[in-house]
């Protein structure tokens, strides 16, 4: 009975903290999915401007829209700060190393989780400084967006991809792979139709000054899904713990009040043996 009583209790602890983690996960993810709604309209513009430049642009050696030959990658891995999540760190991992295959591939992580897991996999990191998903700027994202386009002008690797999660509602997020570099028409979203655009310059050079911004676009309209899905995730997996917690208990309320119920039968049994001799 003393064990059952001390098992109770230890439950009852860890209940109390999956409950308060629930609350909080609870109440970041209104917030969390304004700011995701409201990063969507400027990525929606950006995805249209892209589109039409690259369906107007007829120079065949802008770099950010020619394939190359080589297959060194660059992913941008958007993880998590810390777990207790569900299989929100882990979806995102799997999602990369089954399109990663046996390539060559830098990493640009984004979140503790994701700078953890590479630096033990002794990856190359194009830095190792943006551990927070949750505090991200936009200005975090332009700088981001420049180490990319410069390092994939320069030739360090040939190919970028962007891994997130894609957060749909509150039970549904997906981990994506979406390729950012070089920029097809068969990779941008079917709903970026070209639209009628005047250009001050030439396609190809308004390509060149726009690619980065929509990179930084993108970069933030994903962190900002990213993190939905992770505080979505978080508070189902707290919700799941603490109803869990709550059944232990109950389980081991039963087994101590039949426990106690045995205890008590024993002692009058004794009692009346002993009244009888």
């Not at 009975?1 to 609350?23: G, N, P």
């Not at 941008?76 to 990663?100: C, M, P, Q, T, W």
């Amino acid at each position: 009975m003393k064990d059952i009583k001390l098992r109770i209790r230890s439950v009852e602890s860890t209940m109390q903290i999956t409950k308060a983690m629930q609350l909080v996960a609870t109440s970041k993810l209104r917030r969390a999915k304004e700011r995701m709604e409201n990063s969507k309209p400027y990525g929606k513009i950006a995805r249209e401007a892209i589109s039409a430049a690259v369906a107007r642009c007829e120079d065949p050696n802008i770099p950010f829209l020619t394939p190359r030959e080589g297959n060194r990658r660059c992913y941008v891995v958007i993880a998590g700060e810390r777990g207790l999540a569900g299989g929100y760190n882990s979806n995102i991992f799997k999602a990369l190393d089954a399109h990663a295959g046996d390539a060559d591939y830098c990493v640009l992580p984004i979140g503790r989780k994701a700078i953890d897991k590479y630096q033990r996999m002794h990856k190359e990191l194009l830095e190792d400084t943006q551990a927070r998903v949750e505090g991200a700027s936009v200005d975090d994202c332009y700088r981001m967006a420049g180490m990319l386009a410069e390092g994939y002008e320069a030739g360090r690797f040939d190919e970028v991809y962007l891994v997130y999660t894609s957060f749909r509602t509150m039970m549904d997020q997906e981990a994506k792979v979406e390729q950012l570099l070089p920029i097809q028409k068969a990779h941008l979203p079917e709903d970026a139709t070209p639209v009628s655009t005047v250009y001050e310059l030439e396609p190809a050079e308004t390509l060149r000054r726009v690619v980065p911004d929509y990179l930084a676009g993108k970069l933030y309209s994903s962190i900002c899904d990213s993190f939905a899905s992770e505080v979505s995730m978080r508070r189902n997996a707290m919700d799941s713990a603490t109803k869990n917690a709550d059944a232990m208990i109950s389980d081991l309320r039963l087994k101590f009040n039949r426990a106690r119920q045995g205890a008590i039968t024993q002692e009058i049994t004794e009692i009346v043996a002993g009244a009888e001799e």
